[in-house]
């Protein structure tokens, strides 16, 4: 082998510039003697002994084309003792054409001139045949695909892309992109290449350009080391297709907030004006960009935009105007389908809001009949409380009752009836009226009370369920303080706060039966004796229990903040604070129920 006594090193190099296939070579530009190695002399079609080892030698090998181009970067790497880096082509004997890189650097002498260029040279052939077939392939894409070189000019453009751009190759070729394209600075375009470029990662995007493309495209860029180069799709047909299903879906969803939506956007206030107001902004911005309501006989010189009178059960409660900008276009059919059948139904709304108020008045009236003041009882102060589960129910199946026996004891009722409604308001009242009548006896207990409610239930045929809690208060006699008598029929206990700030519940074992269920089922009694200064709380399960918290969890609860609360002081304000302030720290926030407490402080 060649080279066989050269020193490790450089036969290590000659190895790997054998194996790279790159050939040397060394001009004398005072002898003019060319240089080549064997690989190199090869790589040009001649035989050792045929090269005559001069440039005139070398130039017999260019291609014509590109003799010009090559002797100019020669003679600039001699005149400024520089780097010579070039790439041309050579025409073999057999006709064949080969492509090749030189590159070099010169080699000055003492004087500071150019006397020697040394340099090296290897075939790319190939890579120009990939990038042909690669070429090829970009041309048949039907994708727009572009190259962009460091300095944002076009590199490359394939057939797609000169469609897809509207602009020739020979105009875009060698341009700036940004002066070819202005109305692509500040968009999203650019924000997008200038991203990759910056990062250094790839990216893909949807972005439209206006007019005269007027297109929305899929773009996506790859960063190189010599620029960026992308490709885009157009997607505009897509884009509208797209945007169809999303007013549709919108429209929809409109549909179904006015719907199913409506009364609990009313939940807090049942006016006309509130629920115009919500049913404005539901349509805004699906059917225009602004909305107005009115109520009463929609006008004959109705507002300006699309109006939708609003009509229900044959009388007009008002009317719907919507308003669309210069930029958008006029309604479609789909458009005004959808604002119909939201007038539709938001007028039938609006018009149950109207009979609801009706309903709601009596409900009132009804209630205050039923829930009265408790009276005035010599050594307790009583305080009640009623919360309606929402604006809606008003009228539930909780209740309570505090009344004086004609032997001076006073007894104390919460209950709550199965049922949110005015039949469950109804069943309430009678069990109420039933109750009073038995327990207005002189000595009558909380056990005999519920058992005969019980039984009259069965008698008189009320088809009702419920739960209740009962407490006779009496005087202790010489033992001094208050005896509570108490029964209890599948409610929550009877919760008693000590004066020294300890609580008790008032349970048993095993819960008697609710009323309603079997009246033949015993009732069972017990009683304790308290001392002035405690607190006794009835309540309903609204208070300790919702969906969310279950009552194994808000009976701790309560026991906790009543402990927490404390001793009641004496006089009316203490114990309505009292009774406050359990309604506002215990009640579930998302309790579905109506919640009544009664709360005695004895004296």
Request: charged letters at 25%; a negative charge; proline letters at 6%.
């Amino acid at each position: 082998m060649e080279g066989r006594d050269l020193p490790m090193t450089a036969l290590v190099q000659e190895l790997a510039a054998e194996a790279a296939g790159i050939g040397s070579f060394d001009w004398d530009l005072a002898s003019g003697r060319l240089v080549w190695d064997d690989r190199l002399v090869e790589m040009f079609g001649y035989e050792r002994g045929s090269f005559g080892e001069s440039l005139a030698d070398f130039n017999a090998r260019l291609h014509p084309d590109d003799v010009p181009r090559v002797a100019d970067a020669l003679q600039q790497t001699i005149d400024t003792v520089g780097v010579l880096d070039v790439e041309y082509r050579v025409q073999l004997p057999d006709g064949r054409t080969r492509w090749v890189v030189g590159r070099g650097r010169a080699v000055a002498d003492e004087t500071g001139r150019t006397a020697r260029v040394l340099g090296v040279a290897y075939d790319t052939t190939r890579e120009r045949d990939a990038e042909a077939r690669v070429s090829r392939v970009l041309e048949s894409m039907s994708a727009a695909f572009f190259s962009l070189d460091a300095d944002w000019r076009f590199s490359y453009v394939n057939a797609e892309a000169e469609r897809g751009l509207g602009r020739g190759r020979d105009e875009m070729l060698g341009g700036v992109v940004w002066e070819l394209f202005p109305l692509a600075v500040g968009s999203d375009f650019e924000l997008h290449y200038r991203r990759a470029a910056e990062t250094g990662q790839p990216g893909g995007f949807d972005a439209y350009y206006p007019p005269p493309l007027d297109a929305w495209v899929e773009g996506r860029a790859w960063p190189g080391p010599d620029g960026l180069s992308g490709y885009f799709l157009d997607v505009t047909e897509r884009r509208r297709a797209q945007d169809q299903v999303v007013r549709s879906a919108a429209r929809l969803a409109m549909i179904a907030e006015v719907t199913s939506g409506f009364g609990a956007m009313l939940a807090g206030d049942l006016t006309p004006a509130l629920a115009l107001d919500q049913l404005a902004r539901a349509v805004v911005p699906v059917l225009g960009d602004s909305a107005t309501c009115t109520t009463g006989e929609v006008p004959a010189d109705a507002v300006s935009g699309v109006t939708f009178p609003l009509v229900a059960r044959g009388r007009s409660v008002g009317a719907l105007s919507v308003h669309r900008g210069a930029d958008r276009p006029p309604m479609d059919d789909e458009d005004l389908a959808a604002g119909r059948e939201v007038a539709d139904r938001a007028a039938l709304a609006l018009d149950s809001v109207r009979l609801y108020e009706q309903q709601r008045r009596i409900a009132e009236e009804l209630q205050l009949s039923l829930l009265t003041a408790p009276p005035a009882t010599p050594g307790a102060r009583i305080a009640v409380r009623y919360l309606p589960a929402a604006e809606a129910a008003q009228v539930g199946g909780d209740w309570y009752d505090a009344f004086r026996q004609p032997d001076g004891g006073t007894m104390v009722v919460i209950g709550d009836v199965v049922g949110h409604d005015t039949e469950a308001a109804a069943a309430m009242g009678q069990l109420r009226g039933l109750l009073r009548g038995i327990a207005h006896r002189s000595g009558w207990g909380p056990a005999a009370v519920l058992a005969d409610l019980d039984r009259a239930i069965t008698g008189l045929q009320v088809d009702t369920m419920g739960t209740a809690a009962i407490a006779r208060l009496e005087p202790a006699g010489e033992a001094g303080g208050t005896r509570v008598r108490w029964s209890n029929a599948g409610h929550p206990p009877i919760m008693v706060l000590r004066p020294d700030g300890t609580v008790q519940e008032l349970a048993t074992a095993r819960a008697d039966l609710m009323l309603g269920v079997d009246d033949r089922a015993p009732r069972t009694e017990h009683e304790l004796v308290v001392q002035p200064g405690a607190t006794v709380l009835l309540y309903t399960d609204g208070l300790v229990e919702s969906r969310q918290m279950p009552l194994d969890d808000g009976l701790p609860r309560l026991t906790g903040l009543l402990a927490e609360l404390g001793p009641v002081g004496p006089g009316r304000e203490a114990l309505e604070a009292f009774c406050d302030a359990v309604v506002a720290r215990l009640r579930p926030e998302d309790s579905e129920d109506d919640v009544a407490l009664v709360a005695l402080r004895l004296d």
